[in-house]
């Protein structure tokens, strides 16, 4: 197999199998991939579109093609020397519905179930009608109404010989050892008698076994007509529409090991860990050896057999323990690696890790994995793409108009109160009712009252500025210490004085001090606390960010996007480059990303964008303009006007960034279809936003005011004079969005680490948020283009068709594939660069062994491209710019990858005029033999 040069992201469902990308192993070979990126494969929840939501981590999902469809795919890859990258889900499965056989083992059975340890669940709960129960909050309404309105009913499963609850797609089993009152309301002699041994399971010593077989003989007597129909007329004893029925199922479902209740009871009375908030994932106990080796026996197999060839681990920090993991996993994996058949063996496994980064945050070096999955290195990208002249002015445009703050860590503050005191209520009083009893085990500290520890931890948490910290034995990490204590001092800037002592309290509690200088009796308590508070911080960060400031900011909507730092408009080169150099020494083979299926805006909406900061006073005017013509087509609402001007103000961005390139704005039925996309992202942004309107409570009002001024922009006839104006405005900077796409890419496959590609984006993205940039991709118009030989300057000429970005995507990771050394190993040295530009280029080389690369890139080019209708900056313009190059270059000839012609070295120097005097992106290469000489 071949080294890993970079990966292409596949988003596997029903509507694309493992077999569909099969038939395209071989254009992905063309295009330059080494390793296909797969979304999920285990067994999800059915019609899943992501395969987040696993049911049965045991087996491949039978809807991609299951496991003989895997081995076609690997099989197509290994033809080509390519390889496979699984993502793996450890953190969580789908729960809910009927398809979790583990789930629905422990509500059956309850903390007897041999699954119960596999779900992060508090059975001792505070709450006494939750004690030694589990919080089911699946109905849609509360949950006397459901017994009332029947919407629970009790059925029977015949072929299983089992009953259970049902409300609507969910089922809750009921437990066996209850099963006797019902058999005894069928009046029926062999059923009569079977009630007895059920009735014999609640004293029984192993119930759990006992029953399965009590459940086949209940499953074989029912495969008598009289019998079945005996005890299905005695379930409509209990139809909850009757008095009778009530009580009877009511008490019945009173005696199982769960609760049932309102969907909305979930943020404040949940006893088991969620992903996030969503009530239908589960959170996993994977720290504990058995789970760990249950839900990964099939990836371990996977990897043994040769199969998977690296993984992508989801969510990292949402574990209890996630440097223990990885490490865990690392050891594992390069077991199963030397033992892999000899075809399939390889020198490194990679592992990489789903981890958000904040501002100065660095993943730990010491977890055994390659890297993260290259959120950072899409913001790194951005920073370097927005202009630092513009921010000031669209600043006060966002203020202006919108009325809100432009500090977003202020909003990101805002949100993480909201959320705290809102959907992860619970969560957040799991973590004060732990601290509770940590402050009660200490004589010094009893009598701290749980309202001062909850007002102190909410400071706390409101101001914490990375996901989360890294509690171990010995306390917190050295590296967290800093963001912790930013933490404790924002806390104090919005905390009474007089609850600043819990301050210093929460500081030794949660990781100042250390487990092993505790009494032991303490140290359990604490390992509670400092875990359960970890496990908070990072989901209040993600809803409160990426799930709620990030649509409540709107200062300029393309440094708004997940693992992005919005609170820095721009940075300048030498950070670029610093980065790059702290990548190259610490984690080499980390992923870079510019596109994701959890991506905000497509990576080349957010280029498009991001031109706006170099235009900030043209767009400001437009903006005021646009706003005066669709003044009289605001609705005005009893809470305001509809919709806001901030909203309003997003939704100019949205359409100047997205708009489709060959989109005319008299094209009704692609209008049609663009307007239906909007109005998707439109829908998402505003309930994301929770100020007008949320998803648990859509307000209708604002929401249909909001979608009929959109269909007012883009389909109605009194819209059309704005509708051309937008259009044109979106044409005016697409050029220069395209040349910053072009970057982009180009940066992510040459600085150091591994180059990840995103379905479909070898074409423009000018994709939104999900379901948006998750649509069906048109490989066969990219198979046709990367089979055409069309020169460089028909590329440029028709560049609207995206051909232009595909093929500097090829040549270049075609290039990675021959010298994969150079690009995974050789070093990194920024480049000067001199004369009248030098503010607008970025150049650096890649060196190893005396093979050479240097690429060249232009920045906050918008002015130098001017009006031209091609994203390709004349070369005049450049004037007298220089790089600078390493005295071992000095006359040495390169040739030019985009165009196969050459250039020389002029006094250890470039020429950027005649560097970049066709496309505006440029690498170079070029080789040196042992004396020196440039070799072609």
Not at 280 to 286: D, I, P
Not at 759 to 773: A, I, K
């Amino acid at each position: 197999m071949k080294d890993l040069t970079a990966t292409l992201r596949l988003q596997f469902h029903r509507d694309f199998t493992l077999d569909d990308a099969t038939a395209l192993v071989d254009y992905f070979a063309e295009l330059g991939i080494s390793h296909i990126y797969a979304s999920p494969l285990l067994t999800a929840r059915p019609g899943s579109m992501h395969g987040y939501d696993v049911i049965d981590p045991t087996r491949i999902n039978p809807e991609l093609g299951g496991e003989p469809a895997l081995h076609r795919l690997v099989d197509a890859l290994r033809g080509k020397g390519m390889g496979l990258i699984l993502d793996i889900v450890s953190n969580h499965m789908a729960v809910g519905g009927s398809g979790n056989a583990w789930w629905l083992d422990v509500l059956e059975w309850g903390r007897r179930s041999p699954y119960a340890q596999f779900f992060d669940i508090e059975w001792n709960s505070p709450d006494p009608l939750l004690e030694g129960q589990l919080l089911v909050p699946f109905l849609g309404s509360d949950y006397g109404e459901a017994l009332q309105q029947g919407t629970v009913k009790l059925r029977l499963d015949v072929d299983n010989g089992s009953l259970y609850a049902e409300h609507y797609e969910h089922r809750f089993p009921i437990t066996p050892p209850s099963y006797g009152e019902v058999l005894r309301a069928a009046d029926h002699p062999q059923l009569r008698t079977l009630a007895q041994h059920f009735d014999a399971l609640k004293t029984e010593p192993a119930p759990y076994q006992a029953a399965r077989l009590l459940r086949t003989e209940l499953a074989e007597q029912l495969q008598d007509a009289s019998t079945r129909q005996a005890l299905e007329q005695a379930l409509n004893c209990y139809d909850s529409t009757t008095d009778d029925g009530f009580r009877r199922l009511h008490s019945l479902l009173e005696r199982q090991s769960y609760r049932l209740a309102s969907w909305r009871t979930a943020g404040d009375d949940i006893n088991w860990r969620r992903f996030f908030d969503i009530n239908e994932l589960g959170g996993l106990r994977v720290e504990r050896p058995v789970v760990f080796e249950e839900t990964h026996a099939k990836i371990f197999e996977l990897i043994g057999d040769g199969l998977v060839d690296g993984l992508r681990i989801d969510h990292i920090d949402g574990l209890a323990d996630p440097r223990g993991y990885c490490r865990r996993l690392r050891r594992r994996v390069d077991r199963l690696n030397a033992g892999r058949p000899q075809d399939a063996v390889q020198d490194h496994v990679p592992i990489y890790v789903e981890k958000i980064l904040a501002g100065g945050e660095r993943l730990h070096d010491d977890w055994g994995v390659d890297g993260t999955t290259g959120y950072e290195f899409m913001n790194q990208v951005s920073l370097l793409q927005h202009d630092p002249a513009g921010e000031s002015l669209l600043c006060s445009l966002w203020s202006e108009t919108s009325g809100r703050t432009t500090d977003f860590m202020e909003e990101a503050r805002q949100a993480r109160q909201l959320v705290l005191t809102g959907p992860l209520a619970g969560d957040f009083e799991t973590v004060a009712l732990s601290l509770l009893q940590v402050a009660r085990g200490d004589v010094m500290t009893r009598d701290i009252t749980l309202g001062a520890i909850r007002r102190a931890l909410l400071e706390l948490i409101i101001h914490f500025p990375v996901y989360r910290t890294y509690i171990a034995a010995p306390g917190r990490r050295e590296a967290d210490e800093p963001f912790f204590q930013q933490a404790l001092d924002g806390a104090k800037t919005t905390l009474s004085e007089a609850d600043w002592p819990l301050l210093e309290h929460l500081q030794r509690w949660l990781g100042g001090e250390s487990l092993r200088q505790l009494p032991r009796s303490l140290r359990k308590i604490r390992r509670y606390a400092c875990t359960r508070f970890q496990q908070l911080t990072s989901p209040a960060a993600a809803k409160a960010v990426e799930d709620t400031a990030c649509y409540r900011s709107g200062i300029l909507l393309s440094r708004n996007d997940v693992g992005f730092d919005p609170q820095h408009f721009s940075a300048p080169l030498q950070a670029f480059h610093d980065e790059c150099l702290q990548r190259a020494e610490h984690f080499p083979r980390n992923m870079l990303t510019t596109a994701t299926h959890d991506h905000k805006r497509g990576e080349d909406t957010r280029a498009r964008i991001a031109v706006i900061s170099e235009r900030a006073e043209w767009f400001a005017g437009k903006v005021r303009r646009w706003r005066e013509m669709s003044a009289s087509h605001i609705q005005q609402l009893g809470d305001g006007a509809a919709p806001s001007p901030g909203d309003e103000l997003m939704l100019f961005q949205i359409l100047l960034g997205s708009w489709p390139l060959d989109l005319r704005a008299d094209d009704k039925a692609a209008m049609e279809q663009y307007c239906t996309r909007i109005l998707q992202w439109q829908e998402k942004a505003l309930r994301e936003a929770k100020l007008r309107t949320t998803w648990s409570d859509p307000n209708s009002d604002y929401e249909s005011a909001c979608r009929q001024h959109v269909e007012y922009l883009l389909l109605a006839v009194e819209g059309a004079p704005l509708r051309d104006e937008i259009a044109a405005a979106a044409v005016e900077l697409a050029p220069a969005g395209a040349l910053n796409s072009l970057v982009q890419s180009l940066l992510r496959m040459t600085t150091p680490g591994v180059p990840d590609l995103y379905q479909g984006t070898e074409y423009w993205d000018f994709s939104l948020v999900d379901p948006d940039n998750r649509r069906p991709v048109d490989f066969t118009a990219r198979q046709h283009s990367l089979a055409s030989a069309a020169s460089l300057d028909e590329l440029l000429q028709s560049w609207h068709d995206g051909r232009i970005k595909q093929a500097v995507i090829r040549r270049t990771l075609q290039l990675r594939r021959r010298y994969p050394r150079l690009f995974s190993e050789g070093r990194y040295l920024p480049l000067a660069v001199s004369g009248e530009q030098a503010e607008q280029l970025l150049a650096f080389a890649r060196e190893l062994e005396g093979e050479w690369v240097v690429v060249v890139v232009p920045r906050l080019a918008a002015d130098l491209l001017g009006d031209r209708g091609v994203p390709s900056i004349p070369a005049q313009r450049w004037g007298n710019t220089r790089i600078t190059l390493p005295e071992a270059l000095n006359g040495s000839e390169f040739e030019r990858l985009f165009d196969g012609t050459t250039v020389s070295s002029q006094q250890a120097s470039l020429e950027v005029a005649r560097v970049l005097d066709g496309l505006s992106v440029a690498v170079l290469h070029t080789s040196m033999t042992a004396n020196g000489e440039s070799q072609q």
